[in-house]
């Protein structure tokens, strides 16, 4: 199975204590670069997050945003800062001091300074939130999973249909090099024929300049290596798995292929195709950018 590094996945678990919501997307990455947002009461789990993500993605930029409600007061609780208090109590003695005015402070004024009454989380049941928290990431994640694969088959099929156009046009430029040799030979016959006017055209010689022409443009090997990563291609793409890196270099080697071939061409059709399967060999490369 072929998969995407491209996904969403949600879920949420709610029941008359609680919420829990997940939610994740991922896009192209060289690694998997896991971005955890969530509340600091669940910092705890962090790690256990991350493991438990690394058995469902290999690779990409993956934001991970859960949300925690607390519908009951369990867990919260009422805190008093004395030490605070006190402090503000004194400043507010010196300041009456200091300009003659009456310290008209009640208890809930006082109460209303900022962290003298504060709302503190108390420590949880962290099994029994994990519980709660590991169902929901699971079940996000496996939406997560299923939609970057059906991203991947998409993926899949549009680059085994890339690959066969490939083939097509390295079956062309194979069919058009004996044609580009009897261009070649007619064109010289014609040139030597011109020069030497009435007298005798050496065959041999003429052969032998062929035979020259025939090495310099010759492109059998990269047509047959082409060919080559093409097959390989297309039988690591049918088996799946985390297969982005080695498409990728493969897409590397079919594009110094293409180059050579270009290097190598003096026939204008020959060039045009060549460059055609440049253009086709970018288009699977970026493709390729998005499989895991």
């Known amino acids: ?19 829990i919501s997940v939610e994740l997307k991922s896009v192209n990455h060289r690694y998997l670069d896991l971005n955890i947002r969530m509340p600091r009461r669940l910092n705890p789990f962090e790690g256990q997050i991350r493991a438990l993500a690394k058995s469902y993605m290999e ?12 519908y009951t007061l369990a867990g919260k609780a009422l805190k008093y800062n004395s030490e605070l ?39 949880m049941d962290e099994e029994e939130m994990w519980e709660l928290l590991k169902g929901t990431l699971e079940e996000a994640f496996r939406k997560f999973a299923d939609s970057r694969r059906t991203e991947g088959n998409h993926l899949r099929e549009d680059l085994l249909g890339k690959l066969e156009n490939l083939d097509a046009l390295v079956r062309k430029i194979e069919e058009r090099s004996p044609e580009i040799l009897n261009l070649y030979r007619e064109k010289l016959e014609a040139k030597v024929q011109e020069l030497l006017a009435e007298t005798q055209i050496d065959e041999s010689r003429i052969a032998a300049e062929v035979v020259i022409y025939a090495d310099k443009i010759c492109n059998d090997e990269e047509t047959v290596r082409l060919r080559s990563h093409i097959s390989n291609m297309k039988n690591i793409l049918n088996k799946g798995g985390g297969i982005g890196r080695k498409l990728d270099f ?20 020959t060039s045009d195709t060549g460059i055609e399967l440049k253009t086709e060999i970018e288009k699977i490369r970026e493709q390729i950018q998005n499989i895991e």
């Open 250 to 269: 493969i897409a590397q080697e079919m594009n110094r292929e293409a180059n050579t071939i270009l290097s190598k061409s003096g026939d204008l059709l």
């Open 85 to 123: 208090a006190k402090e503000y109590m004194n400043y507010f003695g010196i300041i009456s001091d200091a300009f003659h005015i009456s310290n008209d402070i009640t208890v809930s004024r006082l109460a209303r300074f900022p962290e003298v009454l504060s709302m503190e989380d108390e420590s």
């Open 59 to 70: 690779r990409g930029k993956v934001d991970i945003f859960i949300t925690f409600e607390d």
């Open 1 to 19: 199975m072929v998969t995407s590094m491209t996904g969403f996945g949600r879920a949420e678990q709610i029941t008359p204590e609680r919420k």
